[in-house]
């Protein structure tokens, strides 16, 4: 089966060089100039992973990414944009970007991050269960005790990979690389927020605590 793409980026140039190396990597390829075209290819198009440009002339690829995130949590979002600082790069995550990419790049680095990022959508659908918490792959409900507990997207992949790796202690660079792929000038400030968003949701309502801080280490969950 090929894997598809959807490129939404409003230069032409780099528009036809995106669409001219991925279909040369055996990839199909739809593409859209502007956020609403975007978005309104997905309706007739079930894309595999979306490659995103944060300046578009009709709106932020941060919006187009959160709305891209309502219907598809977990496809695969990759930012490329010449913007490079820090706050744009923890705007894009925090938004559910997947990944983040800045111009200009190497395509064989790009390719690499696409191949990584689609690995990550293959594992197991069957549902995961720790103690009284599970998790549907298929659905992306997760329940605690009977009660449906609402998580972003981005808050949703890292307790699927907690689940999937239960009683293992995740140091902060294996989320990192798992999660966001990202670079290490934010580590702590990303998982770290991230874990807290989590213990808020799934520990703090209930007496029993799953998610535990291993110190110098990483983290856990276990029952």
Known sequence: MITSIIVIEDDKDIQN?????????????????????????????????????????DMTGESVCKE???????LP???????????????SLTTGADDYITKPFD???LIARIKARLRNTDESK????????????KTFEVKRAGKVIHLTPQEYKLLEYLMNNQGI??????ILNRIWLYSPDVQSRVVDVYIGYLRKKIDAPFKKKLLHSIRGFGFTLKD
Request: overall charge negative; cysteine-free.
């Open 17 to 57: 060089y995106l669409q001219d190396l991925l279909t040369r990597n055996d990839f199909s390829v739809q593409t859209a100039h502007t956020g609403i075209s975007g978005l309104s290819l997905m309706e007739n198009v079930a894309p595999d992973l979306v490659l995103l440009d944060l300046t578009l002339p």
């Open 68 to 74: 891209i995130k309502k219907i598809h949590p977990n």
């Open 77 to 91: 979002v990759i930012i490329l944009t010449a913007k490079n600082a820090v706050s744009d790069k923890v705007r």
């Open 107 to 109: 395509s064989e680095e």
């Open 126 to 137: 069957s549902p995961i269960q720790v103690a009284d918490l599970t998790l549907n792959p």
């Open 169 to 174: 202690v995740l140091t902060r660079d294996m």
